[in-house]
């Protein structure tokens, strides 16, 4: 697969051909660590490269950061900071504390960076049991990390968006806190996310979610990784207002969901679970708990193959 974001531009020189080759073959995620080899991750197998040294990393952050780290010096706080295309860095090292939480980051040893790709529709199969009629039922996509929460949301909101399903398009305004979804650049999406979206980018998800409440009159507020306290709070209140919200969580399944303080009127939950092989299997539930779908999707070369459906409750 061509690597069309460029990441390989922000590895050192040493390694760029290395990687670049393995970016054919679905790549995942790069792990560097100082004194280590380089890990390629993909769906099913990891593959070891050269070693690296703490010098190669500090000319990748260099690289990254486009060489001014206090550019994303807050970002890394977080654990990680997000570079163009949407690319996820994930960050572990030295770090400073006070009262407050962690302060500094420095010496950084180690880092993961989740490779962003966009794959159009994957969620295609599923939007006849996301849609209520013209609008959509509210829906909080969950899975582990790494698994594919990001990459489903993304191509939802393309399909409400463009009205790429055959029913109304939807005003969907979205909030991206780590630039993931819509990897905007100078305030733009470079991933397509359809005709009759916003986006509010690098902005911390309660407050764009009511930002945006406000501002342009949405159908539909999709934002990623929910789980804070006031995340959930501002959901509700989206809610309340009649918006209908499509989110992310992170969990495993519906025993997991029911220990979480979610708010009411969410309809859908959609699960993914990834195996060793790097099948994806959907499964979507109703707010009663009812299977309504289940579905294996394999992706470990990013070639859609065909929906095998299982059996089934189909009732809404």
């Not at 909101?157 to 790429?164: F, M, P």
Request: charged share 25%.
């Amino acid at each position: 697969m061509e690597d069309k974001m460029g990441i390989t531009e922000y590895l050192p020189q040493k390694i760029r051909s290395e990687a670049e080759k393995y970016m054919t073959y679905g790549l995942e995620e790069i792990r560097v660590r100082a004194g280590k080899q380089v890990e390629y991750i993909f769906a099913d197998h990891i593959c070891r490269g050269i070693y690296i040294g703490r010098n190669d990393i500090e000319e990748m952050i260099n690289y990254l950061s486009d060489y001014s780290f206090h550019a994303i010096s807050q970002q890394l706080l977080a654990g990680f900071f997000t570079v163009e295309g949407g690319h996820r860095v994930g960050i572990a090292g030295q770090t400073g504390c006070g009262q407050k939480g962690i302060t500094s980051v420095t010496d950084i040893a180690s880092l993961n960076i989740r490779i962003a790709r966009q794959i159009k529709g994957v969620a295609m199969p599923f939007m006849r049991h996301i849609r209520d009629g013209d609008s959509i039922y509210n829906t909080f996509i969950v899975s582990k990390p790494g698994d594919g929460k990001t990459t489903l949301l993304r191509d939802c909101i393309r399909i409400l968006s463009d009205g790429g399903d055959g029913k109304r398009r939807l005003k969907v305004a979205v909030v991206d806190e780590r630039s993931e979804i819509g990897a905007c650049f100078h305030g733009v999406a470079q991933n397509d996310l359809g005709a009759s979206s916003d986006v509010m980018d690098n902005c911390p998800k309660a407050y764009g979610m009511r930002m945006l409440l406000r501002s342009m009159s949405p159908d539909v507020i999709a934002v990623d990784e929910l789980g804070g306290e006031d995340d959930l709070c501002a959901v509700n209140q989206i809610i309340n207002c009649g918006i209908h919200i499509l989110g992310t969580l992170h969990g495993r399944d519906m025993d997991d969901i029911d220990m979480k303080k979610l708010p009411g009127g969410i309809g859908r939950f959609v699960f993914i679970e990834k195996n060793k092989k790097g099948e994806r299997q959907y499964s979507i539930y109703d707010k009663d708990c009812r299977l309504l779908h289940s579905a294996v999707w394999n992706c470990g070369n990013y070639k859609c193959m065909e929906m095998q459906e299982k059996p089934g409750n189909t009732s809404a």
